[in-house]
Nanobody, 126 residues
Framework: EMQLVESGGGWVEVGGSLRLSCSAS????????MSWVRQAPGKELEWVSS????????IYADSVKGRATISRDDGQNTLYLQLNSLKPEDTAIYYC???????????????????WGQGTQVTVSS
């Protein structure tokens, strides 16, 4: 069974940057559509970004488009999310998720994914 472990969250000032990591074991990130989903305090889950198994097959939510870059390192079996120009509304727990699909998977529903990590907290302070 695949396990996903997120890291890289923390406290950052408005305008700052963070790179989130999602380390996988028990399966290869290159075999799955990989997504980032976040949950802000008191709010529903929000899909952020996803990449399919093919190179450059990425898609972003409007809320992060132009500020986020999703990528993966197949050798390290790790998924990344680079977040720039952070805003207070980016404050959330960020989860990575995997689903057996070739193309990106643009869903925030936990039930649509085969595997889901435990999350990493990002706090953007003004």
């Amino acid at each position: 069974e695949m396990q996903l472990v997120e890291s890289g969250g923390g406290w950052v000032e408005v305008g700052g940057s963070l790179r989130l990591s999602c380390s996988a074991s028990g399966g290869s990130v290159s075999d799955y559509a990989m997504s980032w989903v976040r949950q802000a305090p008191g709010k529903e889950l929000e899909w952020v970004s996803s990449m399919g198994t093919g190179p450059g097959d990425t898609i972003y939510a409007d809320s992060v488009k132009g500020r986020a870059t999703i990528s993966r390192d197949d050798g390290q079996n790790t998924l990344y999310l680079q977040l720039n120009s952070l805003k207070p509304e980016d404050t959330a727990i960020y989860y990575c998720a995997a689903v057996k699909n070739l193309g990106p998977w643009c869903s925030e529903s936990r039930y649509e994914y085969d595997y889901w990590g435990q999350g990493t907290q990002v706090t953007v302070s003004s």
